[in-house]
């Protein structure tokens, strides 16, 4: 075999496609960058994001990004930058502000606006971006850092990870452009699932990330990052050039921290108290267990899941009970009831955690109230639930609706194994029992977390916490909880009066205090971190049914500047760039999570990603047919083709068509749910149109080349191109659809749709 070079001429690159860009038909995606600068002092961070957007397209465009930010940021800035202006955003009230958004790209002006969907959830649209346009956008925030054992760690999540959606979908406009219909249980779920790039593409955005690192005065022992490649010179850690948006950013600095009282000058103050040397009493225990065994905990999560739970179990001593609870879309258990720790019990569980494996949805809601129902009884023994998850849920608002108030009554251990775990949801849920969570990113930190974990399901230090001296304002206070082994108690609040504070508790059942001396310090971040505490303690107990708090989020969050779920940023240029609104729109799809298993069955090889049903979403949902390969499934797979993660996004690589192993009855359902959209479509949508032409193309090849399925998604593809009938089109699909379903009904909803709880 002989190897010749090829003319230089021959083997030109295509225009614009530099580092990380992903080539389709009408361009590049829009979001090409992303600049990520901490600045972290002692126990507090201080954070700006720099987004650029380049419009690749001949029209203009709106792009919409869904992208996590850490659960306890406070965002306190908001800026678009275009044109050589630059447009400061404002605070407004959610609705308000998206009121001033439409009629800003209406009017044909450059706009953005930035929503928090979740603590750690959050979407921005940018409209009316000229061709070959670039938009930066920047987001600046504070947060504070968890501390434990000698360590403080800085956690920057960089992907919305796939989440479980349960429920019944519900009729109305969708929420938002993702990929999961909105359910009774979840919504909002179209807001809170991006559509996924399929495992293998060139990474289409450019990652830039640095943190300088001041331990405030005190001596710096180390610097360690789990799960990225750094370069550290002279206390700024730069990421390795190449990395992806694909897992969190981790960042943990060993030194000693201290008991301290910061009071900004301006009413907030800023607490931190160093564990006190005692032992603690030791009350024996209820615990149940709770270990999720749900598709996206396959892989590596499994088996350290599986670890976790058994340390765990081996902390159980003869005067404990326990009980172990598996669960998935069912839950099942080792045992019948609470059993006592004795060495025949534990040895059963775990037998028990031994043949676990990751299957079905994330159904958290049932085990929890299993978990409630065990632990009933008498009030002389400690009841603690342990629940060893990735936290993968979209039903957020209704576990804590429904669970949250007795789970306040008992002391909860989250313990997160992922690489983009949702420590968001995790960190309420243990705040809620004032008992600990701790994330474990890989099984090299198994071991170190699970030494952790261990003296925290033991009993805290220090409880009936309560501060005396400092005039403090009531209801500012936030979770004061317990003092454990290892982690100092940290507390903001806001003063009237005052220049020290003690803190009171009962210790091993006597009483013990402490005083602290306060010391004025110029730091805005201590003003906006207490502000977002005190708003996400008002929305937990909002989703626990005080909907009344309502008008006091938004005045929290406009009077102090800081973003919450009820109010937006949005910068709006005075400048009129365009006829109107924009006349194209992407939904920038994220990177497959890192560490999370793809199903390995043979059906899902080819081009699977852009099968399923997804209503109706207006105006241009996903980007063009050029890049639907490249997304994940907005919905489960037909019955009896394999998914790891039911009603979440589905993984799949492009492969050649196989010969059919299928029939026409695997997909039925899904056929039938295309078919109900398409009827409740209304006036055509050429964009909805040529979408369900390359879900129809993914099924066709699934099937093995289904002859009138692939002619109907070559002529629904086509739909965007000039001459091209969109009505005679719907038509068309109608009727084949209706012809290979057999003229099956549309299915009728279980319930009606429940107002959307978050402004319109």
Same mark, same amino acid.
């Given at each position: 075999?002989?190897?010749?070079?090829?003319?230089?001429?021959?083997?030109?690159?295509?225009?614009?496609?530099?580092?990380?860009?992903?080539?389709?038909?009408?361009?590049?995606?829009?979001? $090409?960058?992303?600049?990520?600068?901490?600045?972290?002092?002692?126990?507090?961070?201080?954070?700006?994001?720099?987004?650029?957007?380049?419009?690749?397209?001949?029209?203009?465009?709106?792009?919409?990004?869904?992208?996590?930010?850490?659960?306890?940021?406070?965002?306190?800035?908001?800026?678009?930058?275009?044109?050589?202006?630059?447009?400061?955003?404002?605070?407004?009230?959610?609705?308000?502000?998206?009121?001033?958004? $439409?009629?800003?790209?209406?009017?044909?002006?450059?706009?953005?606006?930035?929503?928090?969907?979740?603590?750690?959830?959050?979407?921005?649209?940018?409209?009316? *971006?000229?061709?070959?346009?670039?938009?930066? *956008?920047?987001?600046?925030?504070?947060?504070?850092?968890?501390?434990?054992?000698?360590?403080?760690?800085?956690?920057?999540?960089?992907?919305?990870?796939?989440?479980?959606?349960?429920?019944?979908?519900?009729?109305?406009?969708?929420?938002?452009?993702?990929?999961?219909?909105?359910?009774?249980?979840?919504?909002?779920?179209?807001?809170?699932?991006?559509?996924?790039?399929?495992?293998?593409? !060139?990474? !289409?955005?450019?990652?830039?990330?640095?943190?300088?690192?001041?331990?405030?005065?005190?001596?710096?022992?180390?610097?360690?990052?789990?799960?990225?490649?750094?370069?550290?010179?002279?206390?700024?850690? &730069?990421?390795?050039?190449?990395?992806?948006?694909?897992?969190?950013?981790?960042?943990?600095?060993?030194?000693?921290?201290?008991?301290?009282?910061?009071?900004?000058?301006?009413?907030?103050?800023?607490?931190?108290?160093?564990?006190?040397?005692?032992?603690?009493?030791?009350?024996?225990?209820?615990?149940?267990?709770?270990?999720?065994?749900?598709?996206?905990?396959?892989?590596?999560?499994?088996?350290?899941?599986? &670890?976790?739970?058994?340390?765990?179990?081996?902390?159980?001593?003869?005067?404990?009970?326990?009980?172990?609870?598996?669960?998935?879309?069912?839950?099942?258990?080792?045992?019948?009831?609470?059993?006592?720790?004795?060495?025949?019990?534990?040895?059963?569980?775990?037998?028990?955690?031994?043949?676990?494996?990751?299957?079905?949805?994330?159904? =958290?809601?049932?085990?929890?109230?299993?978990?409630?129902?065990?632990?009933?009884?008498?009030?002389?023994?400690?009841?603690?639930?342990?629940?060893?998850?990735?936290?993968?849920?979209?039903?957020?608002?209704?576990?804590?609706?429904?669970?949250?108030?007795?789970?306040?009554?008992?002391?909860?251990? +989250?313990?997160?194994?992922?690489?983009?775990?949702?420590?968001?949801? #995790?960190?309420?849920?243990?705040?809620?029992?004032?008992?600990?969570?701790?994330?474990?990113?890989?099984?090299?930190?198994?071991?170190?977390?699970?030494?952790? *974990?261990?003296?925290?399901?033991?009993?805290?230090?220090?409880?009936?916490?309560?501060?005396?001296? #400092?005039?403090?304002?009531?209801?500012?206070?936030?979770?004061?909880?317990?003092?454990?082994?290892?982690?100092? #108690?940290?507390?903001?609040?806001?003063?009237?009066?005052?220049?020290?504070?003690?803190?009171?508790?009962?210790?091993?059942?006597?009483?013990?205090?402490?005083?602290?001396?306060?010391?004025?310090?110029?730091?805005?971040?201590?003003?906006?971190?207490?502000?977002?505490?005190?708003?996400?303690?008002?929305?937990?107990?909002?989703?626990?049914?005080?909907?009344?708090?309502?008008?006091? *989020?938004?005045?929290?969050?406009?009077?102090?500047?800081?973003?919450?779920?009820?109010?937006?940023?949005?910068?709006?240029?005075?400048?009129?760039?365009?006829?109107?609104?924009?006349?194209?729109?992407?939904?920038? /799809?994220?990177?497959?999570?890192?560490?999370?298993?793809?199903?390995?069955?043979?059906?899902?090889?080819?081009?699977?990603?852009?099968?399923?049903?997804?209503? %109706?979403?207006?105006?241009?949902?996903? !980007?063009? %047919?050029?890049?639907?390969?490249?997304?994940?499934?907005?919905?489960?797979? !037909?019955?009896?083709? /394999?998914?790891?993660?039911?009603?979440?996004?589905?993984? +799949?690589?492009?492969?050649?068509?196989?010969?059919?192993?299928?029939?026409? $009855?695997?997909?039925?359902?899904?056929?039938?749910?295309?078919?109900?959209?398409?009827?409740?479509?209304?006036?055509?949508?050429?964009?909805?149109?040529?979408?369900?032409?390359?879900?129809?193309?993914?099924?066709?090849?699934?099937?093995?080349?289904?002859?009138?399925?692939?002619?109907?998604?070559?002529? =629904?593809?086509?739909?965007?191109?000039?001459?091209?009938?969109?009505?005679?089109? &719907?038509?068309?699909?109608?009727?084949?659809?209706?012809?290979?379903?057999?003229?099956?009904?549309?299915?009728?909803?279980?319930?009606?749709?429940?107002?959307?709880?978050?402004?319109?």
């Amino acid at each position: 075999m002989r190897i010749t070079s090829l003319e230089p001429a021959r083997c030109a690159p295509l225009p614009d496609a530099g580092f990380g860009a992903l080539r389709t038909e009408r361009g590049n995606l829009p979001l $090409d960058s992303v600049d990520v600068a901490a600045r972290i002092s002692g126990l507090d961070a201080g954070v700006e994001v720099t987004q650029g957007f380049r419009n690749p397209f001949d029209v203009t465009l709106e792009a919409t990004y869904v992208f996590p930010l850490p659960d306890r940021a406070a965002v306190t800035a908001f800026t678009m930058e275009a044109d050589d202006r630059v447009i400061e955003g404002v605070l407004k009230e959610r609705g308000q502000a998206r009121a001033d958004y $439409d009629r800003a790209l209406g009017e044909g002006r450059r706009a953005a606006i930035a929503e928090e969907d979740r603590p750690d959830v959050f979407t921005i649209r940018v409209g009316n *971006i000229l061709p070959g346009e670039r938009v930066t *956008i920047r987001l600046t925030m504070s947060q504070p850092l968890p501390y434990e054992d000698g360590a403080a760690t800085f956690r920057f999540p960089l992907v919305v990870a796939p989440r479980y959606i349960p429920g019944d979908p519900i009729d109305g406009p969708p929420a938002g452009d993702g990929t999961a219909p909105d359910t009774d249980a979840v919504p909002d779920a179209s807001r809170i699932t991006p559509p996924v790039l399929l495992p293998g593409f !060139p990474a !289409p955005v450019r990652l830039s990330l640095t943190a300088t690192v001041d331990a405030g005065g005190l001596e710096l022992r180390e610097l360690a990052s789990s799960l990225h490649v750094v370069e550290e010179e002279a206390g700024t850690v &730069r990421l390795r050039p190449g990395e992806r948006l694909d897992r969190d950013f981790i960042l943990r600095a060993t030194f000693e921290a201290s008991t301290s009282l910061q009071l900004d000058g301006a009413g907030t103050f800023a607490l931190t108290v160093v564990p006190p040397a005692l032992e603690a009493a030791r009350r024996p225990r209820d615990l149940v267990l709770l270990l999720d065994r749900s598709g996206s905990m396959g892989g590596w999560k499994m088996v350290a899941a599986r &670890r976790a739970a058994a340390r765990i179990v081996d902390t159980l001593t003869p005067q404990d009970r326990f009980a172990v609870l598996t669960f998935d879309s069912v839950v099942e258990s080792a045992f019948e009831g609470l059993a006592e720790g004795s060495d025949r019990a534990r040895y059963r569980a775990v037998e028990h955690l031994a043949r676990v494996d990751a299957r079905g949805g994330t159904e =958290l809601l049932e085990p929890l109230r299993q978990a409630i129902a065990l632990l009933d009884g008498p009030q002389d023994r400690e009841r603690v639930v342990v629940l060893v998850t990735d936290g993968q849920v979209g039903d957020e608002d209704q576990i804590l609706e429904q669970a949250g108030g007795a789970l306040s009554a008992m002391r909860v251990h +989250a313990v997160g194994i992922d690489r983009a775990v949702n420590a968001a949801f #995790l960190g309420r849920l243990a705040g809620l029992g004032a008992g600990r969570c701790e994330l474990v990113e890989s099984e090299d930190r198994l071991d170190a977390a699970m030494e952790q *974990i261990h003296r925290r399901i033991g009993a805290p230090l220090v409880t009936d916490l309560s501060l005396k001296d #400092l005039d403090i304002e009531p209801g500012t206070v936030t979770h004061l909880g317990s003092i454990f082994p290892g982690v100092p #108690l940290r507390v903001h609040g806001r003063y009237r009066g005052g220049s020290s504070v003690t803190v009171r508790g009962l210790a091993a059942g006597a009483p013990w205090e402490q005083g602290v001396a306060g010391t004025v310090v110029d730091n805005p971040a201590i003003r906006a971190v207490w502000a977002r505490a005190h708003l996400r303690e008002l929305e937990d107990r909002y989703a626990m049914g005080e909907h009344q708090l309502e008008p006091e *989020i938004v005045r929290v969050s406009l009077e102090y500047g800081v973003l919450c779920r009820f109010t937006a940023y949005v910068a709006v240029d005075t400048r009129q760039v365009a006829e109107g609104g924009p006349e194209h729109r992407v939904i920038q /799809p994220v990177e497959p999570p890192s560490g999370w298993e793809q199903p390995a069955s043979a059906p899902l090889s080819f081009g699977f990603a852009a099968m399923a049903a997804s209503p %109706p979403r207006g105006p241009m949902a996903v !980007p063009d %047919p050029g890049i639907s390969a490249a997304l994940g499934a907005p919905a489960p797979p !037909p019955a009896g083709m /394999p998914g790891g993660h039911p009603r979440a996004p589905m993984f +799949a690589r492009s492969a050649p068509p196989r010969p059919a192993t299928h029939g026409l $009855d695997t997909v039925r359902a899904q056929l039938v749910a295309e078919l109900d959209r398409l009827k409740a479509l209304g006036a055509p949508d050429v964009l909805y149109l040529a979408d369900l032409g390359s879900r129809l193309a993914a099924l066709a090849t699934f099937l093995g080349g289904h002859a009138e399925l692939a002619a109907l998604a070559r002529e =629904l593809e086509a739909a965007e191109r000039p001459g091209a009938d969109p009505e005679a089109l &719907r038509l068309r699909a109608v009727q084949v659809l209706t012809s290979l379903t057999g003229g099956a009904p549309a299915a009728e909803p279980d319930a009606p749709r429940r107002p959307f709880w978050k402004r319109p």
